[in-house]
């Protein structure tokens, strides 16, 4: 598609551990992946072999035993510890298989909350305008110009859905890491999701996409598949 | 901001952080009240004290001094003194029909000057408000009783009127109102038609000569013209009040002839006439340390130019006071120490009620971290959270507090009315209200404690918030 790409997100030999008294769970055993932007990449796997561990390395909502996670070519666990949690906020954004929208706050306040977050209580009135009216737009967008005012459990699956990924969009994030968006759903309304990932790749949006479906791994421009801990394919 | 945002919809959408606030409200209430009701307690006592013995007295022991007029003009001319007025101090007892009573602290005084000094005419209980009579605390101030012809200012008629054919009319008297006990009703009033006034009341004293010896027991009858209540129980209960010159004769401290001891001859000239205090009121604006200082020093220095004048020494309301005064206070900071430790209950309760909560929270926890929250925030919120409702528990226990305070005899008023149940006896306490005063600054302080236990309370949940690893917390759907 793009001629000059870039490297955005590259993974150096990482590797993860999960220890369990005395057992050790060796989970990833030197991951190397590079993510170009506007590339959108599935990564395939079997249940527990790791898919979720590395999305979260990506992420920086999880740190590696060993290896980096770089972006733009800085390693982002040796960033100080509120630069990690700003790069969750700006750089990525994170779409779940079971939604995770607050429950107490409306569709519309679960997508602002993404963007209040990183701004006091003084800077937020001078945003407020134009992020509440690109959250609606988002919002209209995805086909829930209706729903602002309703809480997640007034919302169909699919619907939450979309509302989560308009939450991980609402900081224009670089790369949007989704795992297992579909899970939950039902085939129709899972295609409906993976359309608006492909419209949304369309325009210029980076995605790391976990599954462990085919056919849901084929709307992607490249797969990859997770196995005994090392990305092959 | 999304700390605000979902503090304001925590607080709106759930049940147990209200009741955390309601306990604060509940512990900052309690506080106040009992702070408040001991502090006026105190307050009331402190006030009632002085109310009974003015600000400053100079005594010299039971035989008294003399030249206590020169004296108390002398002080009067201070600038840290407002009025001096002497009094002479008896013990003996009097006898009303058969009853015969202990009267420990008999005090002659001239109710005009008295007066000055401290509020003796509002210490008189009967008045035209309970005794349906014009003038009666202004005839009790002249010794006269309510119904004395004005124009017969002897009081001729009231001896008349008992037919006892005496030629001298009985002088009046004025007891304290508890020296007559278990008249008083439940809210503390005394009935009119259980009033004293115009009884004959025999008084006895034992004077005492300058060497210490004792004299013959001098008696009088005499009639009670008022009753006074100056709202210290200890006063009210062993204070009888005459007048100055009567007990000074009685007490043998007039200008009476100089006796030879051996031969009991009149030796010519007579005795200088003693007074056994002086009681000095500071002026206005001059605090009890400042004058008593001033008075010491005049009286030092008065006695020094006067060598019959021994063993003057001076103290103030509060010397005097001390011992009474200070059980109260001390009773008053056990039960504050009490109440404080109960609301650590209240920090508790905020505990659990957050650590309930991010017990709850748990995977809205991981979300928040995986969409960019710091530890930092996520501490944050339940801190701010508990700011919040420890600021609401001050507040609204604050306000009910000092308004429960304010009307705690007009609830006791209702709760005798509707249930018969006085929490309350004024039987039993003597002040005929409870004190209704609340010191604001201590009220602050309490309200302040409570946002600060509120903030400890939830110091530990937060912590444990920010603890919590946001990939575990995501595990749970
Ligand atoms: N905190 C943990 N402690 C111990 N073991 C863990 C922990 N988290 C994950 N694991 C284990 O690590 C392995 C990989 O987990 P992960 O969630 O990454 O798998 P996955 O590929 O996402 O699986 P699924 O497709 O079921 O979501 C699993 O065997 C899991 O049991
Ligand atoms: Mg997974």
């Known amino acids: 598609m793009t001629t000059t790409t870039t490297t955005i997100l590259r993974t150096t030999s990482l590797h993860k551990h999960y220890r369990l008294g005395d057992?050790?769970?060796?989970?990833?055993?030197?991951?190397?992946?590079?993510?170009?932007?506007?590339?959108?990449?599935?990564?395939?796997?079997?249940?527990?072999?790791?898919?979720?561990?590395?999305?979260?390395?990506?992420?920086?909502?999880?740190?590696?035993?060993?290896?980096?996670?770089?972006?733009?070519?800085?390693?982002?666990?040796?960033?100080?510890?509120?630069?990690?949690?700003?790069?969750?906020?700006?750089?990525?954004?994170?779409?779940f298989q079971f939604y995770h929208l607050l429950p107490e706050l409306t569709?519309?306040?679960?997508?602002?909350?993404s963007a209040m977050m990183g701004r006091s209580v003084f800077g937020w009135p001078g945003v407020r305008k134009s992020v509440r009216q690109r959250a609606v737009q988002l919002l209209t967008q995805m086909g829930l110009g209706e729903r602002l005012r309703h809480r997640p459990n007034k919302l169909s699956g699919g619907e939450r859905q979309r509302v989560a990924i308009a939450r991980a969009l609402i900081n224009e994030p670089r790369v949007?890491?989704?795992?297992?968006?579909?899970?939950?759903?039902?085939?129709?309304?899972?295609r409906q999701i993976l359309a608006l990932l492909a419209d949304l790749h369309k325009a210029g949006q980076t995605i790391v996409m976990v599954t462990h479906d085919q056919r849901i791994a084929d709307y992607a421009d490249r797969c990859l598949t997770l196995e005994r801990g090392k990305l092959v394919g | 901001m999304y700390k605000v945002l979902l503090i304001s919809k925590y607080l709106r959408r759930k049940l147990a952080p209200l009741f955390a606030a309601v306990a604060v409200t509940i512990c900052t209430a309690m506080v106040i009240i009992v702070i408040s009701v001991m502090g006026g307690f105190l307050q009331t006592m402190r006030d009632a004290a002085r109310r009974g013995t003015g600000d400053i007295t100079i005594e010299a022991g039971w035989t008294g001094f003399p030249h206590y007029a020169e004296l108390a003009q002398t002080l009067?001319?201070?600038?840290?003194?407002?009025?001096?007025?002497?009094?002479?101090?008896?013990?003996?007892?009097?006898?009303?029909?058969?009853?015969?009573?202990?009267?420990?602290?008999?005090?002659?005084?001239?109710?005009?000057?008295?007066?000055?000094?401290?509020p003796f005419q509002s210490t008189l209980y009967w008045g035209e408000e309970n005794m349906s009579l014009p003038q009666v605390r202004q005839r009790a101030m002249q010794w006269q009783l309510p119904w004395d012809d004005p124009a017969d200012a002897d009081g001729s008629q009231a001896s008349e009127a008992n037919g006892n054919g005496k030629t001298t009319p009985p002088r009046g008297i004025m007891p304290g109102i508890e020296v007559y006990p278990k008249r008083r009703d439940k809210g503390g009033q005394y009935a009119?038609?259980?009033?004293?006034?115009?009884?004959?009341?025999?008084?006895?004293?034992?004077?005492?000569?300058?060497?210490?010896?004792?004299?013959?027991?001098?008696?009088?009858?005499?009639v009670v013209?008022?009753?006074?209540?100056?709202?210290?129980?200890d006063v009210d209960k062993s204070h009888i009040f005459v007048?100055?010159?009567?007990?000074?004769?009685?007490?043998?401290?007039?200008?009476?002839?100089?006796i030879d001891p051996e031969t009991g001859e009149p030796v010519g000239g007579r005795h200088e006439p003693r007074a056994s205090r002086i009681l000095v009121r500071?002026?206005?604006?001059?605090?009890?340390?400042?004058?008593?200082?001033?008075?010491?020093?005049?009286?030092?220095r008065f006695a020094a130019n006067h060598p019959d004048m021994t063993g003057l020494y001076t103290y103030t309301w509060e010397d005097q006071h001390r011992d009474l005064l200070n059980a109260v206070r001390n009773e008053k900071g056990l039960i504050t120490v009490l109440f404080t430790i109960i609301s650590v209950v209240a920090v508790v309760m905020v505990a659990t009620i957050f650590y309930m909560i991010v017990l709850e929270k748990t995977r809205d926890i991981g979300v928040l971290r995986a969409i960019g929250a710091s530890r930092m925030g996520i501490a944050n919120i339940f801190l701010g959270y508990g700011l919040v409702i420890g600021l609401l528990g001050a507040i609204l226990g604050t306000a009910l507090g000092v308004t429960f305070v304010y009307n705690l005899n007009e609830l006791q008023d209702l709760l005798d009315a509707w249930f018969g149940w006085r929490m309350w006896s004024a039987e039993t306490y003597y002040f005929d209200e409870i004190p209704e005063h609340v010191d604001y600054a201590e009220a602050a302080l309490i309200a302040f404690g409570a946002v600060v236990s509120s903030l400890a309370g939830a110091l530990i949940p937060a912590a444990l918030a920010a603890q919590l690893d946001p990939v575990e917390s995501l595990r749970y759907e």
Do not use: C
């Open chain 1, 23 to 95: 057992q050790d769970l060796h989970v990833l055993r030197g991951v190397d992946l590079a993510v170009e932007a506007g590339e959108w990449v599935a990564i395939l796997g079997a249940s527990g072999s790791g898919k979720s561990t590395l999305l979260h390395l990506l992420g920086g909502l999880d740190r590696p035993d060993a290896g980096q996670v770089r972006f733009n070519g800085d390693n982002i666990f040796s960033l100080g510890g509120s630069r990690i949690d700003q790069y969750r906020n700006r750089y990525v954004g994170f779409v």
């Open chain 1, 107 to 113: 569709a519309l306040e679960n997508v602002l909350i």
């Open chain 1, 176 to 190: 949007l890491l989704a795992d297992e968006p579909t899970g939950n759903l039902d085939a129709d309304t899972g």
């Open chain 2, 76 to 118: 009067e001319q201070l600038p840290e003194v407002h009025a001096a007025t002497p009094v002479i101090v008896g013990a003996g007892m009097v006898k009303l029909g058969d009853h015969v009573q202990v009267a420990p602290v008999v005090l002659g005084v001239d109710p005009a000057d008295l007066n000055k000094v401290l």
């Open chain 2, 192 to 222: 009119s038609w259980q009033s004293l006034i115009g009884a004959r009341m025999n008084l006895t004293v034992v004077p005492v000569t300058q060497a210490g010896g004792m004299l013959e027991p001098e008696t009088r009858e005499l």
């Open chain 2, 225 to 233: 013209v008022n009753e006074i209540k100056s709202g210290l129980y």
């Open chain 2, 243 to 258: 007048p100055f010159d009567l007990l000074q004769e009685m007490m043998g401290m007039g200008a009476d002839e100089v």
């Open chain 2, 282 to 300: 500071a002026a206005p604006g001059v605090d009890l340390e400042t004058a008593h200082e001033a008075v010491r020093k005049a009286t030092a």
